[in-house]
């Protein structure tokens, strides 16, 4: 029988609260009464609490967060790591603790309502075919931008990409190991261009990102419901 692969979480928490028209960070406006990144990391907590947990933020944020954990109390364990210029250093700094081989994923500090069964779902795709990533179908009609205007295209053939997209350690560290590419978009992307195959799964449209006040608005609703 194959031995398990040791699992990782990298949840990228880099943003400020520049379009969420606020002075705190993104990850630390509290929702339900704790912080976003808290939220964020007790479901991948809820889905293995053996899991390896990495939180990238900002240099000049980690000791605000350590406040922020002694002040809620919050003693899930987690390995915290400064990130960089960009999304791909900061991931590139997460995948700099993750030691020897494994799963690793990778997740958007606010997006705190992935739901376990989509995590596992992730993880299971890794461990089976090298790569995991969430998506979704659009709801509405998509136009592509040509030189003339648009042209309608056919929703059927596109997908809304979210996190976490779960790799090997082994592709993804891979994949970090180029300069970074104005076309990469997220870890797909990466991983794509050293020509790896991408395995889509199926997420949740409860899983967004919270970076408008209109997100905070519906966060706020789909936490009410979780209590």
Same mark, same amino acid.
């Given at each position: ?14 943003? *400020? ?34 899991? +390896? ?29 400064? =990130? /960089?210029?960009? +999304? ?5 700094? /997460? ?15 606010? +997006? ?28 509405? *009609? ?6 003339? =205007? ?38 797909? *992307?990466?991983?794509? *261009? ?34």
């Amino acid at each position: 029988m194959a031995q398990e692969l040791p699992e990782y979480a990298i949840i990228v928490a880099g943003g *400020s609260g520049s379009r969420m028209q606020h002075d705190t960070p993104k990850q630390f406006i509290p929702v339900a009464g704790k912080p976003i990144l808290m939220h964020t990391i007790e479901r991948f907590y809820n889905y293995s609490p053996t899991i +390896r947990l990495i939180v990238v933020l900002p240099k000049e944020q980690l000791e605000t967060w350590r406040e922020l954990c002694k002040t809620y109390s919050f003693t899930i364990f987690h390995m915290t790591v400064p =990130g /960089g210029a960009s +999304r791909f250093e900061s991931v590139k700094n /997460g995948l700099g603790a993750v030691m020897g081989n494994g799963l690793v994923a990778v997740h958007d500090g606010v +997006r705190p309502f992935v739901e376990v069964e989509t995590i596992k779902a992730a993880f299971e795709a890794a461990a089976n075919y090298g790569s995991g990533v969430v998506v979704v179908s659009p709801k509405d *009609s998509i136009r592509e931008l040509i030189s003339k =205007g648009s042209i309608s295209v056919p929703r059927a053939n596109y997908k809304l990409v979210q996190t976490p997209q779960v790799f090997t350690a082994e592709i993804l560290k891979k994949a970090y190991e180029q300069h970074d590419q104005g076309y990469f978009t997220d870890d797909a *992307s990466v991983v794509e *261009s050293i020509g790896e195959k991408i395995t889509l799964v199926e997420g949740s449209y409860r899983n967004i990102k919270i970076t408008t006040p209109e997100d905070l608005i519906l966060a706020e609703a789909f936490a009410k419901e979780q209590l």
